[in-house]
């Protein structure tokens, strides 16, 4: 059974930085693409960033390009989300999800990020 | 950046009747089109991809159509437990982008 299971939300002032992980399993992981997908508070999907099977490849949104940095280690099945000098509008709900194939197909179950003073 | 135009934004329908969802891309998406079900406080899944392939384990009352930029999510024979948001989802090209949601209300 596919698993994706997102950790490291929290509270965190603006401007402050955040490391989210995923930690996957059920699957080989090394051979997909993963992504992180957003959802403000009673708002819409917002796709965040993507990464390809080896790492080389990184791709991300204009709003977050330059603050975000989508890692993976594949020894370790997991992936990550560094968010640097964060904004009150990078509130959401962070999901991992398995991009490969039929996009995300697979979701977590989610990881809330609140930054606020 | 390709726009994805969701209607309706919200939605009522009686059981067991059939609704259709919209999305209208700001250009020639190729049949890349995914389409969402989520329902409050769970993760999105995954109805339909390419346009028109139902995901396993989809209820065979879903069913996706459209090309060019138009696209549509059809939901045969409503049950309530498909009250739910539902959302479109370019993947065509980078920024993958998403529609605005519809919210479907079972009277």
């Known amino acids: 059974e596919v698993q994706l299971v997102e950790s490291g939300g929290g509270l965190v002032q603006p401007g402050r930085s955040l490391k989210l992980s995923c930690a996957a399993s059920?699957?080989?992981?090394?051979?997909?693409?993963m992504a992180w997908v957003r959802q403000a508070p009673k708002k819409g999907l917002e796709w965040v960033a993507t990464?390809?099977?080896?790492?080389?490849?990184?791709y991300y949104p204009d709003s977050v390009k330059g603050r975000f940095t989508i890692s993976r280690d594949n020894a370790k099945s997991s992936l990550y989300l560094q968010m640097n000098s964060l904004k009150s509008e990078d509130t959401a709900t962070y999901y991992c999800?398995?991009?490969?194939?039929?996009?995300?197909?697979?979701w977590g179950q989610g990881t809330l990020v609140t930054v606020s003073s | 950046d390709i726009q994805m135009t969701q209607s309706p934004a919200s939605l009522s329908a009686s059981l067991g009747e059939t609704v259709s969802i919209e999305c209208l891309a700001s250009?020639?998406?190729?049949?890349?089109l995914a389409w969402y079900q989520q329902k409050p406080g769970k993760s999105p899944q995954l109805l339909i991809y390419?346009?028109?392939s139902l995901q396993d384990g989809v209820p065979s009352r879903f069913s996706g159509s459209g090309s060019g930029t138009q696209y549509s999510l059809k939901i045969n024979s409503l049950e309530s437990e498909d009250a739910a948001t539902y959302f479109c989802?370019?993947?065509?090209?980078?920024?993958?982008?998403f529609g605005g949601g519809t919210k479907l209300e079972l009277k």
């Open positions: 390419y346009a028109s």
């Open positions: 999800a398995r991009q490969l194939g039929a996009p995300f197909a697979y």
């Open positions: 989802l370019q993947d065509s090209e980078y920024p993958w982008t």
């Open positions: 059920g699957f080989t992981f090394s051979n997909y693409y």
């Open positions: 990464i390809s099977t080896s790492g080389s490849r990184t």
């Open positions: 250009e020639d998406i190729y049949n890349n």
